[in-house]
T-cell receptor, first 112, second 116 residues
């Protein structure tokens, strides 16, 4: 069965600094990978997804993630964060055609 | 109107009471899911349904039951609520992965349940 580990529960960063949120997964088959974002008091919305092809995927709000099959990772990056990026970020994996399993979440806190 | 609607949005109840959380969707998706969110634990899958006649247990189904009344409706029940079921509950839908379709989830806005 697939599983997801987000390596950092909280990431504090100053505005305009770069950020990386780490995600590792385990699965015995090919997977789809997702990052979702949850702003305070809201539901989850899709940030970006990897299905196949180019290992670097770009999402909304300037975020990108890189799929690394050998390291079973799908880290999320942004070169310069804004206060409005403060949110909780969830990595998720699905074995193709199956259910999504989520990581524990990473709280990104952007400080002025 | 939201594509995925959950009711109620907030509920406070007492230990031992029966609670039902309802979810309806207008996206026309076959697949529906119930997750619970707890701080530090992320989202954990309770039950999922790939079509009206298909119900599957997720990671943490004990203490919960579900009913798929129609393609658009998927209800979650707590037969006898207990305090450790206090959480934020999310319903989600997805289409069948296939040509051009990724199976990504579309979420409702959540139902906050407090069991005293």
């Amino acid at each position: 069965a697939q599983s997801v580990t987000q390596l950092d529960s909280q990431v504090p960063v100053f505005e305009e600094a770069p950020v990386e949120l780490r995600c590792n997964y385990s699965s015995s088959v090919s997977v789809y990978l997702f990052w979702y974002v949850q702003y305070p008091n809201q539901g989850l919305q899709l940030l970006l997804k990897y299905l196949s092809g180019s290992t670097l995927v770009k999402g909304i709000n300037g975020f990108e993630a890189e799929f690394n099959k050998s390291q079973t990772s799908f880290h999320l990056r942004k070169p310069s964060v804004h206060i409005s990026d403060t949110a909780e970020y969830f990595c998720a994996v699905s074995e193709k055609g199956g259910k999504l399993i989520f990581g524990q979440g990473t709280e990104l806190s952007v400080k002025p | 109107d939201a594509d995925v609607t959950q009711t109620p949005r907030n509920r406070i109840t007492k230990t031992g009471k029966r609670i039902m959380l309802e979810c309806s969707q207008t996206k026309g998706h076959d697949r529906m899911y119930w997750y619970r969110q707890d701080p530090g634990l992320g989202l954990r899958l309770i039950y999922y349904s790939f079509d009206v006649k298909d119900i599957n247990k997720g990671e943490i189904s004990d203490g919960y039951s579900v009913s798929r009344q129609a393609q658009a409706k998927f209800s979650l029940s707590l037969e006898s609520a207990i305090p450790n079921q206090t959480a934020l509950y999310f319903c989600a839908t997805s289409d069948l992965p296939g040509q051009g379709v990724t199976g990504e989830l579309f979420f409702g806005e959540g139902s906050r349940l407090t069991v005293l």
